[in-house]
């Protein structure tokens, strides 16, 4: 298995432009997490699936970010209009979630490092 | 408000000798604890998982524990050496929901 994989890996772009970063989790994984990782905050819950439908969104910072997972195999994260703040590594996050919770550890990916300029 | 800490920002110890990194948390009921290795320019990667009714967990050179009632998490690496230093994560697994809530992480240097 490739495990979850995420693009871009590094981002660089201006402030007010539109970013979006994109995940595919790990075939047969029926969760998915995105997280943001700073050095002052450590790693930060932004929002998780199950099953493709989004259940907690109460990390997402604002209204300018949106996530989205059309379905199992794709997922994708928006920043409009991107700001210097928003600069971070952000990971997406996979896991299989059942009756069993010891199953439910998470598997991520190498991460988008973004820089808003 | 819920807080986990870990004992210090940098670890640094001697080839051989065991390493211990500390996780604390307040104002939580964690289902499971997790604990995470996580290298530069790396996402985290599952280490080990202990339960919240359980007190010690094992893994080759790896060694947890869970107090409950002290509200701590001790992860122990035994005969350590080079290839272990990486930053260490623990991750508070609730009961109901995937809100995994990690800690700020533990960077350890296994000097030769």
């Known amino acids: 298995d490739a495990g979850v994989i995420q693009s871009p890996r590094h981002e660089v772009t201006e402030m007010g432009q539109e970013v979006t970063l994109r995940c595919k989790p790990i075939?047969?994984?029926?969760?998915l997490f995105w997280y943001r990782q700073t050095m002052m905050r450590g790693l930060e819950l932004l929002i998780y699936?199950?099953?493709?439908?989004?259940?907690?969104d109460s990390g997402m910072p604002e209204d300018r970010f949106s996530a989205k997972m059309p379905n199992a195999s794709f997922s994708t994260l928006k920043i409009q209009p991107s700001e210097p703040r928003d600069s971070a590594v952000y990971f997406c996050a996979s896991s299989l979630s059942g009756w069993d919770r010891e199953d439910e550890k998470l598997f991520f990916g190498s991460g988008t490092q973004l820089s808003v300029l | 408000s819920q807080k986990i800490e870990q004992n210090s920002e940098a670890l640094n110890i001697q080839e051989g000798k065991t390493a211990t990194l500390t996780c604390n948390y307040t104002?939580?009921?964690?289902?499971?604890l997790q604990w995470y290795r996580q290298d530069p320019g790396r996402g985290p990667v599952f280490l080990l998982l202990i339960r919240e009714n359980e007190k010690e967990k094992r893994k080759e050179r790896l060694k947890v524990t869970f107090d409950t009632t002290l509200k701590q998490s001790l992860f122990h690496i035994t005969a350590s050496q080079p290839a272990d230093s990486a930053t260490y994560l623990c991750?508070?697994?609730?009961?109901?929901?995937?809100?995994?809530?990690f800690g700020p992480g533990t960077r350890l240097s296994v000097l030769p």
């Open positions: 699936f199950n099953n493709n439908v989004p259940i907690d």
């Open positions: 104002n939580y009921s964690p289902a499971y």
């Open positions: 991750a508070l697994v609730p009961f109901y929901g995937q809100n995994f809530v």
């Open positions: 075939s047969g994984h029926n969760s």
